[in-house]
């Protein structure tokens, strides 16, 4: 069974199921276009990057390779989204960001183009290690216009934001002229979003996941979904893996999915979810594990700095 689609607000339409190329340290270019292009063949559609990530043009080598092998045969059917980094989150520097991710990927245009953290950065402030004291105030309606003018020039498709909470996303709405698509999030069994799931179904955003197993092996990953006894012993009953569930009971959710794995053989095995459902009681019991967020943005916080605090960055939503 092929991966499904969810049409997004702008009607475009997005695979459910893609492959993330984030890693620390960042991989080398050569095992990422591997790995891209093992995906591709195996029927995988949608791959996210981000300029903080450093695989753009890895990624971008993948799919001018798999262009020449004959794996795709158009540009057109690979949905790409890339992300602006908080050092470019200021609104004359939105476009020239898109301009060289563009430039990176070898593309003309991006499928998704999202504004990485509610965060603003000074421009020359270095991406990692990050210094809270680079912090500034956002411009968020100078940003988002910026953002909107980017799809309107036709060099991304639809526009979004990630790691946004319910109330910076209501600041959005209140002027947008193009409503964010897409919120990419934090989310998995142990740690749910239920609040902020429910706020943007009512104002048609789609809900992106990263993190759907918890990035046990991240700087702020957690353990708490691959090693949750309530998780194996759902895994056990329906003869799949802890991350088969964790990423079927994400599915079930009507979010769209952001895995990262560079093998193959996981790569195939995060695509086996779509046959098979959950039942009723496995999900009560899912319901209940217990929450907490992994990735709080402490790089950003500092005492002395322009976010003070998790509360602060998140507003109160954790």
């Known amino acids: 069974m092929g991966i499904t689609e969810v049409a997004l607000n702008n009607g475009k339409k997005m695979p459910v199921l893609g492959v993330g190329t984030a890693d620390f340290p960042p991989p080398a270019a050569e095992v990422v276009t591997k790995a891209v292009l093992e995906a591709i063949e195996l029927g995988y559609r949608m791959f996210d990057t981000a300029s903080l990530y450093q695989t753009e043009q890895a990624l971008g080598e993948a799919i001018s390779q798999a262009l020449d092998l004959g794996l795709i045969t158009s540009r057109d059917e690979v949905f790409i989204v890339s992300k602006l980094f908080c050092s470019d989150n200021h609104a004359d520097r939105v476009l020239p960001a898109l301009q060289k991710t563009l430039q990176n990927l070898k593309l003309e245009y991006l499928d998704q183009y999202l504004v990485h953290w509610p965060v603003s950065m000074k421009p020359d402030a270095i991406p990692f290690p990050t210094n809270p004291a680079d912090v500034v105030p956002l411009d968020i309606r100078g940003v988002w216009t910026a ?20 109330k ?8 947008a002229k193009i409503p964010p698509a897409i919120n990419q999030v934090e989310m998995n069994p142990a740690w749910q979003q239920g609040k902020l799931r ?8 789609m809900v992106s996941i990263y993190s759907p197993l918890g990035a046990a092996g991240a700087i702020w990953g957690t353990k708490s979904v691959l090693e949750s006894k309530v998780l194996k012993e759902i895994a056990e009953s329906n003869g799949k893996s802890v991350a088969q569930v964790a990423l079927r009971w994400a599915y079930e959710q009507g979010v769209v999915i ?3 794995s560079f093998n193959k053989g996981r790569l195939q095995q995060n695509l086996d979810i779509f046959d098979w459902k959950l039942s009723d009681e496995d999900i009560k019991k899912i319901a209940a594990i217990p929450q907490v967020r992994a990735n709080e943005g402490n790089i950003f916080i500092s005492e002395t700095g322009h976010i003070k605090s998790v509360e602060e960055l998140w507003d109160g939503e954790i």
């Not at 980017?150 to 946004?164: A, H, P």
């Not at 429910?198 to 955003?205: L, N, Y």
Request: net charge neutral.
């Open 168 to 175: 910076k996303l209501a600041d959005i709405l209140a002027f």
């Open 147 to 166: 953002m909107e003018e980017c799809q309107t020039l036709g060099l991304t498709k639809s526009i979004g934001v990630s790691n946004f909470s319910c």
């Open 258 to 260: 952001v895995t990262k």
């Open 198 to 205: 429910e706020f943007c179904k009512s104002h048609g955003i």
